[in-house]
Nanobody, 129 residues
Framework: QGQLVESGGGLAQTGGSLNVSCAAT????????AGWFRRAPGKEREFVAA????????YYADSVKGRFTISRDNAKDTVYLQMNSLKPEETAVYSC??????????????????????WGQGIQVTVSS
């Protein structure tokens, strides 16, 4: 099954940037599609960004498009989320998730929570106003 561990995050000012990472252990990360989700206080967990197994395709929630970038380094078994122009309402616990993608192309991206089988514990991102 493996494990996902997020790092980075922390505190940023409005308009600032942060980068969060998610390292996978105990599973063939290069066979996984990956995604980032977030849960703000009092709200449901929501999709943020996804990347295909190959890294060729990415997909973003409309609210973060143009400001956030998801990427991966299969040699390091790590997926990243670069967040720019942060807003206070983006204060949340950010979690990464993965699922195996057995397609030949490795080009699928997944946006629904139920698509994912393994989740990290989450990391706090706080944006001050």
């Amino acid at each position: 099954q493996g494990q996902l561990v997020e790092s980075g995050g922390g505190l940023a000012q409005t308009g600032g940037s942060l980068n969060v990472s998610c390292a996978a252990t105990g599973r063939p990360f290069s066979s996984d599609a990956a995604g980032w989700f977030r849960r703000a206080p009092g709200k449901e967990r929501e999709f943020v960004a996804a990347i295909s197994r190959s890294g060729e395709n990415t997909y973003y929630a409309d609210s973060v498009k143009g400001r956030f970038t998801i990427s991966r380094d299969n040699a390091k078994d790590t997926v990243y989320l670069q967040m720019n122009s942060l807003k206070p309402e983006e204060t949340a616990v950010y979690s990464c998730a993965v699922r195996e993608d057995v397609s030949m192309s490795g080009s699928f991206v997944y946006t629904a929570r139920q698509n994912y089988v393994l989740w990290g514990q989450g990391i706090q991102v706080t944006v001050s106003s």
